[in-house]
């Protein structure tokens, strides 16, 4: 009699575990807020980008078309910071622009928030545009000129600087009327608008004449404008703090409190000891808010931006878009429910 063999059962793989993060892949299609949480899963990973909602994994970096040339623009851009206190620059940072891009621009400059400017460091990644980013390209190719300079022009980066090496062009763009115009140069010189002073000789830089760079910028550097520049930054970071710059306390007085949960995104419970629901109280949704803060103060920058909401948080009472009711003004009950909802777009 035979032997009855039994057939070959494929046993279905186990389901990942609950805290699995996927890792990125050139091409996935994802919101900022899930770009960011896997790409903060993958520290091996250097460099990769969000434009317009698509994933860009970085590729083996070119010494001659893009590591020389981006060192030589970034010494140019360090003396420049050196001599103007007020201003920060970085290489490679984190910049969140909004819902469907984050970036990491080869060199930004921003004016530092005590001296008088908008964007913010938040969680070591700046929560908007820089006020001049720059990117060492190949060529026109490049998204660098045409996804991601969309992407900066409609989040209002003041300036953005494209060094095209193989095409041996430099674009320096500026804002004007909401879109971007190249700028001229001056003889020879081109003047950023935004930084009195920063001035670059684009043919020295594309003809590696590094003593006339420096001699270029020196020049900006000594000029009075710069000067009156550094002034300007000197006397916003010593004046008294206006009350627009007064983070307000957005609680009323003397208002009856109702008990309510509130559930926290993902991304921000980190800022809540890792909890996903925490109980609040208020007679709104701003004084409900305003408490979670008072609990966890780290969470408040990621709601607020000087006393409003900002852009790309949206909150919900009840399942309901408080847009949609009286805004954070929206009275609440014993029992209700918050929900704080990044938006989200992309696929």
Not at 51 to 60: D, K, N, W
Not at 139 to 145: G, M, P
Not at 155 to 184: C, H, M, P, S
């Amino acid at each position: 009699m035979a032997a009855v063999t039994s057939p070959h059962v494929q046993m279905p793989a186990p389901p990942p575990p609950s805290d699995f993060v996927p890792p990125l892949e050139t091409g996935d299609r994802l919101s900022q807020a899930e770009f960011h949480r896997r790409y903060s899963a993958m520290p091996e990973v250097k460099k990769a980008e969000l434009v317009e909602g698509v994933v860009y994994m970085a590729s083996p970096v070119s010494i001659p078309n893009h590591a020389a040339p981006h060192l030589t623009l970034g010494g140019w851009l360090a003396l420049y910071c050196f001599r103007t206190p007020g201003v920060q620059g970085a290489d490679n940072g984190t910049v969140i622009l909004d819902e469907k891009n984050e970036f990491q621009p080869d060199l930004s400059l921003f004016v530092k928030p005590e001296c008088g400017g908008k964007a913010k460091l938040i969680e070591s990644s700046l929560d908007r545009a820089p006020d001049l980013a720059m990117e060492v390209a190949a060529s026109s190719v490049s998204y660098d000129l045409h996804d991601k300079l969309r992407a900066y022009q409609r989040n209002g980066a003041e300036e953005y600087l494209v060094w095209r090496v193989l095409d041996k062009q430099l674009d320096w763009f500026a804002l004007e009327g909401g879109a971007y115009v190249k700028l001229q140069p001056v003889d020879g010189v081109l003047q950023s608008r935004v930084f009195p002073g920063l001035w670059l000789h684009p043919e020295s830089l594309l003809q590696s004449d590094f003593e006339k760079l420096e001699s270029t910028l020196r020049e900006g550097l000594a000029s009075p404008e710069h000067r009156a520049f550094v002034e300007r930054l000197a006397a916003h970071k010593n004046a008294p703090p206006s009350d627009a710059q007064q983070r307000p306390s957005l609680q009323r007085k003397g208002s009856p409190t109702m008990a309510v949960k509130v559930h926290i995104p993902a991304p921000m419970r980190q800022h809540t000891d890792g909890q996903a629901t925490v109980e609040s109280s208020g007679a709104s949704v701003q004084d409900v808010l305003a408490n979670v803060g008072a609990k966890f103060p780290g969470i408040v920058d990621r709601l607020f931006d000087k006393g409003q909401l900002r852009r790309f948080v949206n909150i919900y009472l009840n399942d309901e878009d408080v847009r949609y009711l009286e805004n954070l003004e929206t009275a609440v009950k014993d029992g209700d429910e918050v929900s704080i909802i990044p938006a989200v777009a992309g696929g």
